[in-house]
C-alpha cells in the first residue's frame, strides 16, 4: 500500500432489506436479535469467556490454563492446552454416538454406463479408521511430529483423510491445489521444507484426467528434497514409477492396525500451513495453529451454517484452499455434520450437474462463489429448474464481493426466495468466517457481508487508525486477535509483520478497502492494491464491476486502471457477455451510460473490451494485476502458477495486440 490518502469514494445505493424467513430462528442456534447482541457484546467484552465457554463444547487432553495470551502482533490461544484435531472430528463424534453417520458424502464426476454417478458414503467410523491406518503408515515411512507433508489430491475422500492422518500425528500438512501445476509444487516443497508428497495417479475434471503424478515426477526433476512419495491409485491410469522413492497407498496402509494415537497437541503446535500466492512474488505460507483454529472453524461452522444433525452440507470449494480447509473438512466435521465433496467440475456434463447434486443427496446447507454463481446465471435458469431444490435451507457466498444482481439471482433462482444467503466475507489469513449474516437473525441486503462474528472486531480506519464514519470507505481492519488468526507466514518473520501489521499501527490489516452503511453493515470494495485514482478521487473496484454487471447484456466484468494522460489513471472494462448477446459499439455505450447513471461520470469507463472469459485464480479470483498489465500494454510478469486458464490470457493479449 503506498498511497498515503487512503480514503475510496462510494456512490453505490442498495436499499432492499430481506428479514430472516418466518420460522428459521425458531430452530437455529442463533434464534434471536437479544440472544445475538448478549453474546456478541460478551464475545467483545470478555473474550476469554466467550471463547472458553465455546472451546469447551470440544475434547482436549489438558484444558488451558490461559484463553488469550496477546502481544501485537503475536497470539497465543488456549495457552498450555493439549488437544488433537483429527481425535475432535472423529474420535469425539463417534463418543457422541455418531459413529454409523455419514462423515463424508463423495460423488465423482464421470457418469457411469447406468448414467449415475460413483457414490461413497463413508461413516464417521470408517473415516477414523481409514484415517488411523493411513496415519499408522506415514509413521512407519518415518513421518514425525512437526514434519511438513504435502498433499496433491484430487476432490476425493483420501485427501480428507490424509489432512486427517497428518492432523492426528502431529505433521503439518501443506494441501497444494490439484489444479496447479509442477512449477507450484516446486516452490511450495522447497519453501516448507517438505520430504514427503500424496498424490494420486490422476483427477477428474471435466471429463479428463488431470496427471497428477506426472506433474509431482515433473517437479522432483527440479528438487531431491522429496524423499517419498505416495500414490493413490485413483483413476487408473497408468503412471511412471521411480524405486525407492515411491510408494503405492495400498501399500501404506497394508498390515497397519486401525488404531493410532492422536498426539496430544499443545494449543499453539502448527496444525498446517497453506500458501497463497501474494499479488507479486512469491507465494506465502499462512501458519495456523491447533486449538485456536479447531476453535474457530467449529464455531463458525455451527453458527454460519447453523449446523444440526440432520443437514447434509455441502461447500462446493477444493481442499485445496482455505475454504476446502476449514469448511470441507474440519468445521463441519468437527460438528459432527455430513460433508459432501464433489470431484469434478460444475459443467459436467452440463450446468445442471449442481442442481442434480442437491437434488440426488438432498443438500440442505449449500456454500458457493459468486464466480460459479455468476456462471450459473449465464447458463440460464432452465437448467436449474429442472431439478427439486426444496431441500434447500440456507445459501452461502464466499470469495469475492457478491454483485447484488447475483445475489438476488442466488436468492430466487435456486434459494426460491425462501433460503437466507450468507454472504461470508473472510480470508486465508483469517482462518475462519469474519464477516458474515447470521441466518435467523440478520436481515440481509443484497451485496453486504453485514456485521462481524462473535468475538470479531472489525473497523474501517484510515491510514492511521482512525475510525471512519458512515459510508466513507477506507481500509478494512481487524482490532483484536481472534481464535483462527494466522500465527505467521512460514519462515518469514519479518514478512508477517511487514504485509499485516505495518500499514496501520496496532491492528490486522486485511488488505481489503471497505464502507460500512448506516447499519453498520460493511461492504467490501475490493483490494485496496486495486483502487484507481481517478483525477485524485479513489474508487474500488466492486461498484464499478457491480453496476456494469446490472446492465442485462453483462454476465461478469472486471475494471483496472491503466495510464491516463489528463486524470492520472482512466478505468479499463472487462466485460463478458451472456450467452446469445453480442459486442457493439452501441452496447459500449450503454454500458458507460449505467456506470454513470449509478456511480456518477467519474467512475465511467475509458476502455470497454468484450472478451470471451477472465483470468482467474481457480478458487474464481479475478487477476486484476494481469488485466492492469494488458490494459497498459505491458509484458506479464510475476507468478502466474495459480491462473485456472493460461489461454484467457493469450486470447486476452491476441485481442490487444490483434
Ligand atoms: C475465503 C477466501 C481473501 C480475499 C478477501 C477479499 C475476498 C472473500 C469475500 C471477499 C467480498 C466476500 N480466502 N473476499 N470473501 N470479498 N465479500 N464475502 O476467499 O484468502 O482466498 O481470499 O477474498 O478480498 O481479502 S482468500
Given at each position: 500500500m503506498s498511497e498515503s490518502n487512503t480514503g475510496i469514494e462510494s456512490s453505490m445505493q442498495e436499499?432492499?432489506?430481506?428479514?430472516?424467513?418466518?420460522?428459521?430462528?425458531?430452530?437455529?442456534?442463533?434464534?434471536?436479535?437479544?440472544?445475538?447482541?448478549?453474546?456478541?457484546?460478551?464475545?467483545?467484552?470478555?473474550?476469554?469467556?466467550?471463547?472458553?465457554?465455546?472451546?469447551?463444547?470440544?475434547?482436549?487432553?489438558?484444558?488451558?490454563?490461559?484463553?488469550?495470551?496477546?502481544?501485537?502482533?503475536?497470539?497465543?490461544?488456549?495457552?498450555?492446552?493439549?488437544?488433537?484435531?483429527?481425535?475432535?472430528?472423529?474420535?469425539?463424534?463417534?463418543?457422541?454416538?455418531?459413529?454409523?453417520?455419514?462423515?463424508?458424502?463423495?460423488?465423482?464426476?464421470?457418469?457411469?454406463?447406468?448414467?449415475?454417478?460413483?457414490?461413497?458414503?463413508?461413516?464417521?467410523?470408517?473415516?477414523?479408521?481409514?484415517?488411523?491406518?493411513?496415519?499408522?503408515?506415514?509413521?512407519?515411512?518415518?513421518?514425525?511430529?512437526?514434519?511438513?507433508?504435502?498433499?496433491?489430491?484430487?476432490?476425493?475422500?483420501?485427501?480428507?483423510?490424509?489432512?486427517?492422518?497428518?492432523?492426528?500425528?502431529?505433521?503439518?500438512?501443506?494441501?497444494?491445489?490439484?489444479?496447479?501445476?509442477?512449477?507450484?509444487?516446486?516452490?511450495?516443497?522447497?519453501?516448507?521444507?517438505?520430504?514427503?508428497?500424496?498424490?494420486?495417479?490422476?483427477?477428474?475434471?471435466?471429463?479428463?484426467?488431470?496427471?497428477?503424478?506426472?506433474?509431482?515426477?515433473?517437479?522432483?526433476?527440479?528438487?531431491?528434497?522429496?524423499?517419498?512419495?505416495?500414490?493413490?491409485?485413483?483413476?487408473?491410469?497408468?503412471?511412471?514409477?521411480?524405486?525407492?522413492?515411491?510408494?503405492?497407498?495400498?501399500?501404506?496402509?497394508?498390515?497397519?492396525?486401525?488404531?493410532?494415537?492422536?498426539?496430544?497437541?499443545?494449543?499453539?503446535?502448527?496444525?498446517?500451513?497453506?500458501?497463497?500466492s501474494g499479488s507479486t512474488g512469491?507465494?506465502?505460507?499462512?501458519?495456523?495453529?491447533?486449538?485456536?483454529?479447531?476453535?474457530?472453524?467449529?464455531?463458525?461452522?455451527?453458527?454460519?451454517?447453523?449446523?444440526?444433525?440432520?443437514?447434509?452440507?455441502?461447500?462446493?470449494?477444493?481442499?485445496?484452499?482455505?475454504?476446502?480447509?476449514?469448511?470441507?473438512?474440519?468445521?463441519?466435521?468437527?460438528?459432527?455434520?455430513?460433508?459432501?465433496?464433489?470431484?469434478?467440475?460444475?459443467?459436467?456434463?452440463?450446468?445442471?450437474?449442481?442442481?442434480?447434486?442437491?437434488?440426488?443427496?438432498?443438500?440442505?446447507?449449500?456454500?458457493?462463489?459468486p464466480t460459479?454463481?455468476r456462471?450459473?446465471?449465464?447458463?440460464?435458469?432452465?437448467?436449474?429448474?429442472?431439478?427439486?431444490?426444496?431441500?434447500?435451507?440456507?445459501?452461502?457466498?464466499?470469495g469475492e464481493p457478491i454483485n447484488p444482481e447475483a445475489?438476488?439471482?442466488?436468492?430466487?433462482?435456486?434459494?426460491?426466495?425462501?433460503?437466507?444467503?450468507?454472504?461470508?466475507w473472510?480470508q486465508?489469513?483469517?482462518?475462519?468466517?469474519?464477516?458474515?449474516?447470521?441466518?435467523?437473525?440478520?436481515?440481509?441486503?443484497?451485496g453486504t457481508a453485514?456485521?462481524?462474528?462473535?468475538?470479531?472486531?472489525?473497523?474501517i480506519v484510515d491510514r492511521d487508525?482512525?475510525?471512519l464514519g458512515p459510508n466513507q470507505g477506507g481500509l478494512l481492519v481487524?482490532?483484536?486477535?481472534?481464535?483462527?488468526?494466522?500465527?505467521?507466514?512460514?519462515?518469514?518473520?519479518?514478512?508477517?509483520?511487514?504485509q499485516?501489521?505495518?500499514d496501520v499501527?496496532?491492528?490486522?490489516f486485511t488488505g481489503d478497502g471497505a464502507r460500512r452503511d448506516?447499519?453498520?453493515?460493511f461492504w467490501i470494495m475490493g483490494r485496496v492494491d486495486d483502487v484507481i485514482n481517478v483525477s485524485g478521487h479513489r474508487l474500488g473496484t466492486a461498484e464499478i464491476e457491480s453496476a456494469l454487471v446490472s446492465h442485462?447484456?453483462v454476465a461478469e466484468a472486471a475494471v483496472v486502471g491503466m495510464p491516463h494522460e489528463m486524470k492520472g489513471q482512466g478505468i479499463a472494462a472487462f466485460v463478458v457477455l451472456?450467452?446469445?448477446?453480442?459486442p457493439?459499439?452501441?452496447l459500449k455505450k450503454a454500458l458507460m451510460g449505467v456506470v454513470t447513471k449509478s456511480i456518477g461520470a467519474l467512475a465511467r469507463p475509458d476502455q470497454i473490451r468484450f472478451t470471451?472469459t477472465l483470468p482467474k485464480t481457480?478458487?474464481g479470483k479475478i487477476m486484476r494485476r494481469l488485466l492492469k498489465e494488458v490494459a497498459s500494454g505491458n509484458e506479464i510478469k510475476g507468478d502466474t502458477?495459480t491462473l485456472?486458464?493460461?489461454?484467457v490470457l493469450?486470447?486476452l493479449k491476441?485481442k490487444d495486440?490483434?
Amino acid at each position: 500500500m503506498s498511497e498515503s490518502n487512503t480514503g475510496i469514494e462510494s456512490s453505490m445505493q442498495e436499499n432492499r432489506l430481506f428479514s430472516p424467513p418466518a420460522g428459521f430462528a425458531e430452530k437455529a442456534w442463533i434464534s434471536s436479535r437479544e440472544q445475538y447482541e448478549t453474546m456478541y457484546r460478551q464475545s467483545i467484552d470478555e473474550p476469554e469467556v466467550f471463547w472458553g465457554n465455546a472451546a469447551n463444547e470440544l475434547h482436549w487432553f489438558e484444558k488451558w490454563t490461559t484463553v488469550l495470551d496477546w502481544k501485537v502482533p503475536d497470539a497465543r490461544w488456549f495457552v498450555g492446552a493439549k488437544t488433537n484435531m483429527a481425535y475432535n472430528c472423529l474420535d469425539h463424534q463417534i463418543a457422541q454416538g455418531r459413529g454409523n453417520k455419514t462423515a463424508i458424502l463423495y460423488e465423482g464426476e464421470p457418469l457411469q454406463s447406468d448414467g449415475q454417478p460413483q457414490l461413497r458414503h463413508i461413516t464417521f467410523a470408517q473415516l477414523r479408521d481409514d484415517v488411523g491406518r493411513f496415519a499408522n503408515g506415514l509413521k512407519k515411512l518415518g513421518v514425525k511430529k512437526g514434519d511438513r507433508v504435502t498433499i496433491y489430491l484430487p476432490m476425493i475422500p483420501e485427501a480428507a483423510v490424509a489432512m486427517l492422518a497428518c492432523a492426528r500425528i502431529g505433521a503439518s500438512h501443506s494441501v497444494i491445489f490439484g489444479g496447479f501445476s509442477s512449477q507450484a509444487i516446486v516452490d511450495r516443497v522447497a519453501d516448507a521444507k517438505s520430504t514427503i508428497i500424496i498424490t494420486a495417479d490422476g483427477g477428474n475434471r471435466r471429463g479428463q484426467v488431470v496427471p497428477l503424478k506426472a506433474n509431482v515426477d515433473e517437479a522432483l526433476k527440479s528438487t531431491d528434497l522429496v524423499r517419498k512419495v505416495i500414490i493413490l491409485k485413483h483413476t487408473g491410469n497408468a503412471v511412471g514409477w521411480t524405486e525407492g522413492r515411491d510408494v503405492a497407498w495400498s501399500d501404506v496402509i497394508a498390515g497397519q492396525s486401525t488404531d493410532c494415537l492422536a498426539e496430544p497437541m499443545d494449543s499453539e503446535d502448527p496444525l498446517f500451513v497453506l500458501y497463497t500466492s501474494g499479488s507479486t512474488g512469491k507465494p506465502k505460507g499462512i501458519v495456523h495453529t491447533t486449538g485456536g483454529y479447531m476453535v474457530g472453524t467449529y464455531l463458525t461452522s455451527k453458527y454460519v451454517f447453523d449446523l444440526h444433525e440432520n443437514d447434509v452440507y455441502w461447500c462446493t470449494a477444493d481442499v485445496g484452499w482455505i475454504t476446502g480447509h476449514s469448511y470441507v473438512v474440519y468445521g463441519p466435521l468437527a460438528n459432527g455434520a455430513t460433508t459432501v465433496m464433489y470431484e469434478g467440475a460444475p459443467n459436467h456434463p452440463d450446468f445442471s450437474r449442481f442442481w442434480a447434486m442437491v437434488e440426488r443427496h438432498k443438500v440442505s446447507v449449500f456454500y458457493t462463489a459468486p464466480t460459479a454463481i455468476r456462471a450459473f446465471m449465464k447458463a440460464g435458469r432452465e437448467l436449474v429448474d429442472k431439478h427439486d431444490l426444496s431441500s434447500l435451507r440456507l445459501l452461502g457466498s464466499v470469495g469475492e464481493p457478491i454483485n447484488p444482481e447475483a445475489w438476488m439471482w442466488y436468492r430466487e433462482v435456486i434459494g426460491h426466495d425462501k433460503c437466507p444467503i450468507v454472504d461470508t466475507w473472510w480470508q486465508t489469513e483469517t482462518g475462519m468466517i469474519m464477516i458474515t449474516p447470521l441466518a435467523g437473525v440478520t436481515p440481509t441486503k443484497p451485496g453486504t457481508a453485514t456485521l462481524p462474528f462473535f468475538g470479531v472486531d472489525a473497523a474501517i480506519v484510515d491510514r492511521d487508525g482512525t475510525e471512519l464514519g458512515p459510508n466513507q470507505g477506507g481500509l478494512l481492519v481487524i482490532r483484536k486477535p481472534w481464535p483462527s488468526m494466522l500465527r505467521g507466514i512460514f519462515n518469514d518473520p519479518d514478512r508477517y509483520v511487514k504485509q499485516y501489521w505495518s500499514d496501520v499501527p496496532g491492528v490486522y490489516f486485511t488488505g481489503d478497502g471497505a464502507r460500512r452503511d448506516g447499519d453498520g453493515y460493511f461492504w467490501i470494495m475490493g483490494r485496496v492494491d486495486d483502487v484507481i485514482n481517478v483525477s485524485g478521487h479513489r474508487l474500488g473496484t466492486a461498484e464499478i464491476e457491480s453496476a456494469l454487471v446490472s446492465h442485462d447484456s453483462v454476465a461478469e466484468a472486471a475494471v483496472v486502471g491503466m495510464p491516463h494522460e489528463m486524470k492520472g489513471q482512466g478505468i479499463a472494462a472487462f466485460v463478458v457477455l451472456k450467452t446469445g448477446k453480442l459486442p457493439s459499439e452501441e452496447l459500449k455505450k450503454a454500458l458507460m451510460g449505467v456506470v454513470t447513471k449509478s456511480i456518477g461520470a467519474l467512475a465511467r469507463p475509458d476502455q470497454i473490451r468484450f472478451t470471451e472469459t477472465l483470468p482467474k485464480t481457480r478458487s474464481g479470483k479475478i487477476m486484476r494485476r494481469l488485466l492492469k498489465e494488458v490494459a497498459s500494454g505491458n509484458e506479464i510478469k510475476g507468478d502466474t502458477t495459480t491462473l485456472e486458464d493460461f489461454s484467457v490470457l493469450a486470447k486476452l493479449k491476441e485481442k490487444d495486440e490483434g
